[in-house]
């Protein structure tokens, strides 16, 4: 046996007629299609359900999978504790799927859980399953701040192991779409979470799961989408298979994106291992990109490399561009694999004799001392793709108004604490938010006072 099925599911508690007193009625296509997925789970005959959740356990570099022989949990914080949920955990299952996980280099396992209370993106998804089935057990999975491409990894290790243990294993991806598609929604309107529930619910139509993988981080971010990295882990479970979707209903009342879709699998398809194909246009996208560096990021490159494989700081070439060994600057040297960011770090004011040697201190520190990421490992290196940001003397302003995200970067400062953040970023398209996240970054609040320097670059790709 194997995965026999999966299915695409929100988690709005608003859904629960004790949650929704009567508003549960302006989604009642989600409801209908909701009823849909239950009964063709019953029918499915499952002797397990993952559920991948973003509301569970969530680590930056870890995916938790609940241990235990059972757990509950109810709908108190939302007005409706009589609303509860019992599971059996498949303990073999869990076993078995952190080994098949850590032997395929993905940190994962069953440690790290503060709680075992069953959170609301499993409990909802139950609630419907239980008037149609009742005997099964489950594997609940947390989401990751890993790459995307980790959790359809993930996925895949979900059907091996449902292979070896010959289970019947049905699928479900519980996630909400963009949570910005109404002024009065949870986090106001933006055009780009309109573009995102567009763009998924198509790809979820096509059964197109490369597409899955392609979203720009960015896009992602701005829709503020809390289930993109719970369907990946789905379409890894579905590697290799060919699948007939159905996409049942999508409806955003409250300014949040509701999909339902499934997912029958009628037979085998070498050509839907999509890690393996967005591996290769990646490559390819790599070197093509690498053809084209110039000498700051070439350098950046070398720099970082030379220090991963042999621990030395590497020797400054001697074909440098004048510029690079006769200024000084600023340097901020950002890497990214996937489309994901993997480190960034930089100087404000130069802290070395030139340009040239502010770039290779800069690009080690941004692979080996982000505090937000772990140190890059040597296996890494080739999939790195680098930029480098050459800073002109910041010069003070007094106003926001005096800022233009795509020409300016900005630095805020209050007493010793200090905020930058660089031009010209997607998702950043107003002053205002510029800064808001400088202060963040910073740790300066609202109430504060603080100062504001503006500043222009020259990126190096």
Excluded: W
């Amino acid at each position: 046996m194997s995965v026999v099925g999966a299915f695409i599911v929100p988690h709005p508690p608003i859904i629960i007629p004790e949650v929704g007193q009567g508003e549960e009625q302006k989604i009642i296509d989600t409801i209908k299609s909701y009823q849909e997925v239950a009964r063709r789970i019953a029918k499915l005959r499952p002797d397990t359900i993952v559920i991948t959740t973003p509301h569970s356990i969530l680590y930056s570099d870890y995916f938790h999978i609940s241990p235990g022989n059972n757990a509950s949990g109810n709908l108190s914080r939302f007005g409706a504790k009589n609303i509860s949920v019992n599971v059996k955990y498949d303990n073999e299952f869990v076993c078995a799927l952190a080994i098949s996980a850590t032997d395929a280099g993905l940190k994962a396992g069953t440690e790290g859980e503060k709680d075992a209370f069953l959170d609301h993106g499993t409990i909802i998804p139950l609630y419907f399953i239980n008037q149609y089935l009742k005997e099964y057990k489950v594997i609940r999975v947390g989401l990751s701040g890993q790459s995307l491409i980790n959790h359809y990894r993930l996925g895949r290790c979900i059907a091996e192991t449902a292979d070896a243990l010959s289970r019947r294993v049905v699928f479900v991806a519980s996630g909400d779409l963009s949570h910005t598609l109404k002024e009065d929604g949870p986090y106001g309107y933006t055009p780009e979470g309109v573009l995102f529930d567009s763009e998924i619910t198509q790809a979820m139509k096509e059964g197109d799961f490369l597409r899955f993988l392609e979203f720009s981080p960015d896009l992602v971010d701005v829709a503020a989408e809390c289930g993109l990295r719970s369907f990946v882990i789905m379409a890894g479970s579905l590697s290799g298979k060919e699948v007939k979707p159905e996409f049942l209903s999508y409806e955003g009342p409250f300014g949040v994106g509701y999909a339902v879709c499934s997912y029958d699998i009628i037979g085998k398809n070498e050509d839907r291992h999509f890690d393996k194909i967005y591996n290769k246009k990646q490559l390819e996208h790599l070197m093509e990109r690498k053809a084209k560096e110039d000498a700051y990021v070439r350098l950046a490159r070398l720099s970082l490399e030379t220090y991963i494989k042999t621990g030395e700081q590497a020797k400054l070439p001697e074909d440098l561009p004048e510029e690079l060994l006769g200024m000084q600057a600023g340097v901020f040297v950002s890497l990214k694999m996937y489309g994901d960011l993997r480190g960034c770090i930089g100087t404000i004011s130069p802290a070395t004799g030139c340009i040239a040697k502010e770039i290779r201190q800069n690009a080690v520190s941004a692979g080996t001392e982000d505090p937000r990421f772990s140190p890059i490992r040597e296996e890494e290196l080739s999939k790195l793709v680098y930029s480098v940001d050459v800073l002109t003397d910041p010069e003070p302003i007094n106003t926001v108004e005096e800022l233009d995200v795509k020409r300016y970067g900005v630095i805020v400062t209050s007493r010793r604490k200090r905020g930058l953040l660089l031009p010209n970023l997607e998702g950043i398209d107003t002053p205002e938010k510029q800064v808001s996240i400088a202060m963040q970054k910073a740790g300066i609040l609202k109430n504060e006072e603080y100062s504001l320097e503006r500043f222009e670059v020259v990126r190096h790709k």
